[in-house]
């Protein structure tokens, strides 16, 4: 079983910033991509920002200029940055990793609980 927590959410004023941690644990998996999805009432889970195991990225076109995904693998912490926020980007955001037990092939999705992040306009 992979298990993420994330942290870092919490209420923001337009403008600022905000950084959300995923701490990523779990023995006997391989990775292959973390990423950051959010979601407000109503509306389907979205991708925000993805990294694969090789440290490649991707951004949903909203985010992209203000969002930063990066990850610190001494840490097995995957983190979001988030400039420039503004109330659209309000929402419970959740990290996910698509990932294998060793010796299978199969992937499968692990989720986080999610954090909450309130842009204030």
């Known amino acids: 079983q992979v298990q993420l927590v994330e942290s870092g959410g919490g209420l923001v004023q337009a403008g600022g910033s905000l950084r959300l941690s995923c701490a990523v644990s779990?023995?006997?998996?391989?990775?292959?991509?973390i990423g950051w999805y959010r979601q407000t009432p109503g509306k389907q889970r979205e991708l925000v920002a993805g990294?694969?195991?090789?440290?490649?990225?991707d951004y949903a076109d909203s985010v992209k200029g203000r969002f930063s995904i990066s990850r610190d693998t001494a840490k097995n912490t995957v983190y979001l940055q988030m400039n420039s926020l503004n109330p659209e980007d309000t929402a419970v955001y959740y990290c996910?990793?698509?990932?294998?037990?060793?010796?299978?092939?199969?992937?499968?999705?692990?989720w986080g609980k999610g954090t909450l992040v309130t842009v204030s306009s």
């Open positions: 996910n990793a698509n990932a294998r037990k060793v010796l299978t092939t199969t992937y499968m999705d692990y």
């Open positions: 779990g023995s006997s998996f391989s990775i292959n991509t």
């Open positions: 990294i694969g195991s090789g440290g490649s990225t």
